[in-house]
């Protein structure tokens, strides 16, 4: 009987699930859905604030404010560097710690066991760029870094040895970090500033002898905020840390002295109306590298109507003058500076000129030249009462010739004329270029001419130079403020602007 009901039992358990699995499978076909429909799945605009925070746990800093730019490239570029990033910060950070340590604790002996970054690295969720009208950059990123470092120090004392470790360290701060002055010279800035725009969030787990310190009820949260405070009294924007790159006084050439140029008379000038003319004028100017300036004379007669004939040319250069010496030369009027060209041997008469160049003594360079925000004082050697007016070209923009546009400038004042660089075919074009004027007395009411000219690239009969623009600026302000830095609207441009600034240098 035993037997008989096995075998009956596991017949009817086989049979069973046979059956049930068939007509299952037969249920399952006959109700199901044929009319199926996609999933209704609302754009992220759609969704509200409470479904946004379920699916982004964490958003980015540059889809909350749409002026930080994403940098994944950067991050990405840290994810590959990382580790050798992680063994050069570490080694220069202990070799700029140990003499410190060793200098303010001497009585102990202090050093790190184990001191690497870890393998997560920092990441920036977004960086902001400002642009100013000053030679600086300034850009404010947003850091996070939730690392895994190995920070062991040990101390050392009456035989006795104490470790401390620094684990599981969170970072989060917003830094602004401003390069300034603009050099032409690598790395193209002198100097780095840095400020923290808000208090930095900083987490970390210290453990003494392998116990875990920020355990103890009240001391977590202390160390928290006096580790806040401590950082946001020294690097709270507006104060600072500057971290000096090149020397500004090197980096960018400043005046070293000043050439007092008397043009005395010409001699023996060829078919002119006063072929022996005197002027005994007096012209000072502003040296910024004798070894390899020259100064140049060109000699024109005057017509009332019609184009100036040039009468003939010549120029000295400044290393061949002895410093703090008059020298006065007799040059032979040339038609170019070619010395091989045959035209040069007629005579064209002479002009006699009396040269002086004075530089600078040592202490009278500026200290801090290359400082955007202050006006340097002039050097002495300066007229008593008087002073250097400084413009500096920085750039201009939307500016366009009818017949072509290679812009370059072009001030006048009392007299003087003074050009930059042209750029060919450029309707933003850039210069930073200084002019220096020595004058006797501030130029109180008088204004400065400024004109945007274009010429031609080409051998040009109708259109040779034509105007993009002008502006006369009074430069009562300047004497009054010591710096102006604006921007100014063209005049006869449709959309043309130019940025001018100028300074009043005083002994």
């Not at 002119?272 to 100017?285: H, I």
């Not at 024109?300 to 040039?310: F, I, N, P, T």
């Not at 410093?323 to 038609?335: F, R």
């Not at 030249?369 to 750039?395: Q, W």
Request: aromatic share 10%; net charge neutral; with cysteine.
């Amino acid at each position: 009987m035993g037997t008989v009901s096995a075998i009956l039992w596991l017949t009817g358990f086989g049979v069973g699930v046979s059956t049930g699995l068939v007509v299952g499978y037969y249920l399952f076909i006959f109700f199901q859905t044929t009319h199926l429909k996609d999933p209704d799945i609302p754009s992220l605009v759609e969704q509200d604030t409470k479904s946004l925070q379920r699916l982004l746990r964490e958003t980015p800093i540059w889809v909350k404010y749409p002026d930080f730019d994403r940098v994944d490239w950067l991050n990405k570029f840290l994810i590959y560097m990382w580790p050798y990033l992680d063994k050069a910060i570490c080694k220069t950070a202990k070799k700029i710690a140990d003499p410190i340590i060793a200098e303010q604790i001497p009585k102990y002996k202090v050093e790190f066991e184990a001191l690497t970054l870890g393998s997560l690295p920092l990441t920036f969720q977004g960086i902001k760029v400002y642009v100013t009208d000053e030679k600086e950059l300034i850009m404010e990123p947003a850091l996070k870094w939730a690392g895994n470092p190995k920070v062991t120090v040990a101390v050392k004392a009456y035989g006795l040895k104490v470790t401390v470790q620094v684990v599981d360290l969170q970072v989060f701060a917003s830094p602004r970090i401003t390069f300034k002055p603009l050099v032409p010279s690598f790395p193209c800035f002198a100097k780095i500033y840095v400020s923290l725009m808000e208090k930095p969030y900083v987490d970390f787990g210290l453990k003494l002898l392998g116990a875990d310190l920020m355990s103890i009820p009240g001391l977590y949260r202390f160390v928290q905020e006096e580790i806040k405070d401590q950082v946001a009294n020294m690097y709270l924007w507006p104060k600072t840390l500057e971290v000096p790159i090149l020397d500004p006084t090197k980096s960018m050439k400043q005046p070293v002295g000043i050439l007092h140029v008397k043009v005395l008379k010409a001699v023996k000038l060829k078919k002119k109306d006063n072929l022996n003319p005197e002027w005994n004028q007096e012209f000072k100017m502003v040296v910024k590298d004798p070894q390899s300036h020259a100064i140049e004379f060109t000699v024109y007669d005057w017509e009332q109507v019609g184009k100036h004939d040039k009468m003939g040319m010549n120029v000295v250069s400044l290393k061949d003058l002895t410093p703090d010496e008059s020298k006065e030369l007799t040059l032979d009027l040339l038609k170019n500076m070619n010395p091989n060209d045959p035209i040069n041997e007629k005579s064209r008469g002479q002009l006699v000129v009396e040269l002086t160049y004075k530089p600078f003594k040592g202490e009278d360079m500026s200290k801090d030249f290359g400082e955007s925000d202050e006006v340097e004082k002039a050097p002495k050697g300066t007229p008593s009462g008087g002073g250097v007016l400084v413009v500096i070209v920085h750039e201009a923009q939307d500016v366009e010739g009818k017949h072509h546009t290679n812009p370059f400038v072009r001030i006048l004042f009392r007299g003087m004329k003074k050009k930059t660089k042209r750029v060919k075919k450029n309707r933003d074009p850039r210069w930073e270029e200084e002019f220096f004027f020595v004058l006797e007395e501030p130029p109180t009411n008088d204004r400065l001419h400024v004109e945007v000219l274009s010429s031609s690239s080409k051998i040009c009969i109708l259109h040779p130079t034509e105007s993009l623009g002008y502006i006369d600026i009074s430069l009562a302000d300047v004497i009054h403020n010591k710096r102006i830095n604006e921007k100014y609207d063209l005049i006869d441009s449709k959309n043309g602007r130019i940025q001018i600034e100028l300074q009043w240098r005083t002994s």
